[in-house]
């Protein structure tokens, strides 16, 4: 289970890693307007960069306990500030899915690792 959770987690963050990098017109149309497009491609490429790890570990077949916690806190980080900036209304609700899919993520990575998978 964790190799497959590697993989989803890995295309979900380099898609939305890449996204704002590659065309930020349609990423700003989905997401609303913002100040610092520097900080927006900075952190779509750190999620990228996060992205790219968990698909290697996929890739391995070995989702090392590391990968793990770097998949978990990656993705609490994102939601806690997706929440904190909807709730403050810095960030359009669209974030509020973003935080759901994070939310999911964790999850699933905690029944996983209950279940010893």
């Known amino acids: 289970m964790a190799i ?13 890693g890449v996204w704002p990098i590659v065309h930020i017109r349609s990423f700003m149309a989905v997401t609303g307007p913002k100040n610092d497009l520097w900080l927006v491609k900075t952190v779509g490429a750190v999620v990228t960069c996060i992205g790219a790890t968990l698909a290697v570990a996929a890739w391995r077949g070995n989702v090392a ?5 770097l998949a978990v806190t ?3 980080a994102l939601a806690a500030v997706d929440l904190y900036y909807v709730v403050r ?16 993520l964790i999850i699933a990575w905690i029944i996983a690792q209950i279940s010893g998978r």
Not at 89 to 104: G, K, P, Q, S, W
Request: aromatic share 8%; glycine share 0%; hydrophobic share 60%.
């Open 4 to 16: 497959i959770l590697a993989a989803v987690q890995a295309a979900y963050f380099t898609l939305t």
């Open 65 to 69: 306990p590391e990968t793990r916690v």
């Open 74 to 76: 990656s993705a609490a």
């Open 89 to 104: 209304r810095a960030i359009a609700r669209i974030y509020l899915l973003d935080a759901l899919a994070e939310i999911i």
